[in-house]
């Protein structure tokens, strides 16, 4: 009988373990799916990194596709859209929320100058609708771990091109 509840508790405390350690990879593989900017992503890929995100917004969890885009978010823009739970409302709210879990996307660069571009981006809402935004972002050049990135210093408000239909 001694025997039997040795061996229990050790199959409890091992069950516990094999948990805990589930959960802690689901934890940080869960952030883990962000791509960080770096001095090798080009303009045009940093204005197609935050709309893949959007697009897919809930794709691996909740609000990735938002958390994405914060990323690439210059520290200005920061400044004035964030903290995150902020900038998630912003989005979440009735000028942007076309750009969550759109259809489609097209990015035409329209000026470019040594450290900013601009982009024309039409989306396609889920409403079926078509959207146009203008999108600047930036190369950072303050020191740190931001330093000769792209960022997103501007995204306009939308302007409504009708329906797809």
Request: net charge positive; proline share 5%; hydrophobic share 40%.
């Given at each position: 009988?001694?025997?039997?509840?040795?061996?229990?508790?050790?199959?409890?405390?091992?069950?516990?373990?094999?948990?805990?350690?589930?959960?802690?990879?689901?934890?940080?593989?869960?952030?883990?799916?962000?791509?960080?900017?770096?001095?090798?992503?080009?303009?045009?890929?940093?204005?197609?990194?935050?709309?893949?995100?959007?697009?897919?917004?809930?794709?691996?969890?909740?609000?990735?596709?938002?958390?994405?885009?914060?990323?690439?978010?210059?520290?200005?823009?920061?400044?004035?859209?964030?903290?995150?739970?902020?900038?998630?409302?912003?989005?979440?709210?009735?000028?942007y929320n076309m750009l969550l879990n759109h259809i489609d996307n097209n990015i035409v660069?329209?000026?470019?100058?040594?450290?900013?571009?601009?982009?024309?981006?039409?989306?396609?809402?889920?409403?079926?609708?078509?959207?146009?935004?203008?999108?600047?972002?930036?190369?950072?050049?303050?020191?740190?771990?931001?330093?000769?990135?792209?960022?997103?210093?501007?995204?306009?408000?939308?302007?409504?091109?009708?329906?797809?239909?």
């Amino acid at each position: 009988m001694k025997k039997f509840f040795k061996y229990s508790l050790y199959g409890l405390i091992y069950l516990i373990v094999i948990i805990f350690m589930a959960i802690m990879f689901i934890v940080t593989t869960a952030n883990a799916e962000l791509i960080k900017p770096n001095t090798t992503i080009k303009p045009d890929q940093v204005v197609l990194i935050q709309l893949n995100g959007l697009r897919k917004n809930d794709e691996p969890n909740v609000d990735s596709g938002i958390k994405q885009t914060w990323e690439f978010a210059h520290p200005l823009n920061k400044k004035y859209t964030g903290p995150l739970p902020e900038f998630m409302n912003m989005l979440k709210s009735e000028s942007y929320n076309m750009l969550l879990n759109h259809i489609d996307n097209n990015i035409v660069e329209v000026f470019r100058s040594n450290n900013k571009l601009g982009f024309e981006v039409t989306i396609l809402g889920k409403d079926k609708n078509y959207y146009k935004f203008q999108w600047v972002v930036e190369k950072y050049y303050k020191e740190g771990p931001l330093k000769d990135c792209w960022l997103t210093t501007m995204v306009s408000n939308p302007i409504s091109l009708g329906s797809s239909i």
